[in-house]
């Protein structure tokens, strides 16, 4: 009896260890959540939405796959008219600072050094995507978007542990289907595909707001939704971070608002409302009083871009993955 029940014993350990083993070491994926900036960023107060893949990398923009040693994971998101694509996959380092190295990262910038990174940037690994205009100069447009991203903004980064497989599950997922644009800021925007892809993680963990939101998908609704979700799976280890705007001359970003807050904290939009409709107006405030606030953590730490780096990876070439991703995108399918 005491054999058999060390055994038991012994097979639970071994069971317990190819669990937790099932958990890439640092494995993890973030909800991005952006600030708003600019005109359209006045306009539309609900910022930005990615995700952020510590151990998925990208072999191009288009392409997904796990990261090799000395790699930095991938942020990828759904964009407006950039290419003809739905999503675009960009490596972190280059996604948040438009270079490839840590050792190249500023500490500082001003507008005229910003476009010169990007550009720089774009002409090297995304001028499919973007390219020149016919006098040669730097195209505009949204691809922008894809480079250099914390020169703009703060991004407020949710955090939780993957495994493997759920990896794996998602590389397939994006992978196999077809990437053609058809944004849509209502029902078709960044953070419906933040939404979708966290579920394939984690089903049913993120939900729209019928009442703060109007059924609107924002940033800051797939944040409360997984923050929610977090807290009920404590195993998951759910943690928030900040990536702040870089120094200098760029103008700053500002707070991230749901559709009721933004209407409600507005003077230029609540009062004509309560002048025009008081109930209506009354109700906009009571929805996001009800349903629409998220209180941002105020323990959250600085995000590390070293500890971002994906080591120990089994059977990985440490040496060739540290090269500066080269690859050029394929051109839409």
């Known amino acids: 009896m005491k054999q058999h029940l060390r055994y038991l014993i012994h097979g639970l350990g071994a069971m317990l260890l190819a669990v937790a083993a099932s958990r890439s070491a640092g494995a993890s994926v973030a909800l991005l959540m952006e600030e708003p900036y600019g005109g359209f960023g006045a306009f539309n107060p609900t910022g930005h939405a990615a995700m952020y893949l510590s151990h998925i990398c990208a072999e191009s923009p288009t392409e997904l796959r796990m990261c090799r040693d000395g790699e930095y994971g991938v942020v990828i998101s759904r964009y407006h008219r950039v290419g003809g694509y739905d999503w675009i996959a960009v ?50 447009g949204d691809w922008v978007q894809l480079v250099g991203s914390s020169y703009d903004r703060t991004i407020h980064g949710f955090q939780i542990e993957t495994t493997r497989e759920q990896d794996e599950r998602f590389i397939a997922y994006v992978n196999d289907r077809k990437n053609v644009g058809h944004f849509n800021l209502f029902f078709h925007n960044c953070a419906d595909f933040s939404r979708v892809a966290l579920n394939i993680y984690f089903p049913d963990a993120i939900h729209r707001n ?35 705007q870089v120094r200098g001359g760029m103008p700053r970003s500002h707070g991230v608002d749901g559709v009721a807050e933004s209407l409600a904290k507005s003077k230029k939009y609540i009062i004509p409302l309560i ?29 590390e871009i070293s500890d971002a780096e994906v080591t120990h990876v089994p059977g990985s070439n440490a040496a060739k993955a540290r090269k500066p991703l080269l690859v050029e995108d394929p051109g839409q399918e």
């Open 91 to 140: 490596p972190l380092i280059p996604y948040l600072y438009a270079v490839n190295s840590v050792d190249q990262i500023p500490a500082s910038v001003d507008k005229t050094e910003v476009a010169r990174l990007r550009d720089t940037y774009r002409r090297r690994h995304l001028e499919r995507l973007a390219p020149d205009t016919e006098t040669g100069a730097m195209p505009k």
């Open 210 to 244: 019928f009442i703060a939101d109007a059924g609107i998908t924002t940033p800051k609704q797939v944040a409360r939704s997984l923050v929610k979700y977090g807290r009920k799976h404590p195993e998951l280890k759910i943690t928030a971070f900040v990536i702040p």
């Open 275 to 303: 002048a025009l409709n008081p109930e209506v107006s009354g109700a906009i405030v009571a929805a996001y009083l009800a349903d629409g606030r998220l209180k941002m953590p105020k323990d959250a730490k600085v995000f």
